[in-house]
């Protein structure tokens, strides 16, 4: 009787063992960015970005369309920012350098959360200010939560009555593509180097 359970024990481990085979396989089939994946989002990766319209530094309406033409890190933010900001937007450029040497091109996108002193102009000259291939988006006070509904990010402005007032905001960089929409994102944690580890590892897979 011993003996007869010992067996039946080893065909259903077995049996487990192939059908978490099976499942993992299934998995990785499924899913072409499997081996590149470190982030995991609620309700899946559907979930994160959609259409918007925002305006261009040239005072221009554009749409999701018209700049997500390529892999593009995309980051919610205010030219205001004194600190947060500068740095995330240094880094994403660091990594677009970085991927650009290895023959991967990315452009690196802001959209800022600030409407009321963001104007396309200031837009304009921030742009230019990160150099390479930024862009810099802003929109009406509509424009922008729509786009920022879309991406599921965060921002609060302090008191108004202040010039100088702050606006609290969530910091995550996106990895988006025109084909697959989004891939991936990243936090205030990850490098440069880290970020251009990963978006490298999802650009080799289309």
């Not at 450029?93 to 690196?108: F, H, K, M, N, R």
């Not at 990895?175 to 990963?198: S, W, Y």
Request: a negative charge.
């Amino acid at each position: 009787m011993t003996r007869l359970y010992a067996i039946l024990a080893t065909v259903v481990l077995a049996v487990g063992l192939g059908a978490m085979w099976l499942l993992t396989l299934g998995g990785r089939s499924d899913d072409q960015f499997a081996q590149c994946r470190s982030a995991q989002i609620a309700g899946g990766s559907a979930a994160i970005g959609g259409p918007f319209e925002l305006i261009n530094g040239k005072g221009e309406t554009v749409t999701d369309k018209d700049v997500i033409t390529e892999p593009t890190l995309v980051y919610f933010g205010y030219t205001f920012c004194p600190d947060v900001c500068p740095f995330d937007m240094s880094r994403n450029a660091e990594a677009v350098d970085i991927l650009a040497e290895w023959g991967q091109s990315v452009t690196p996108l802001f959209i800022s959360i600030d409407p009321d002193r963001d104007t396309p102009e200031v837009m304009a000259d921030y742009a230019f200010n990160l150099g390479g291939k930024t862009i810099a988006l802003t929109g009406s006070p509509e424009q922008v939560k729509a786009a920022s509904k879309a991406y599921k990010t965060y921002y609060k402005a302090q008191d108004k009555s202040d010039e100088y007032y702050l606006v609290d905001h969530s910091t995550f960089t996106y990895l988006m593509t025109p084909e697959h929409g989004f891939l991936e994102f990243f936090n205030r944690d990850d490098t440069g180097e880290q970020m251009a580890d990963k978006v490298g590892c999802f650009l080799d897979q289309i």
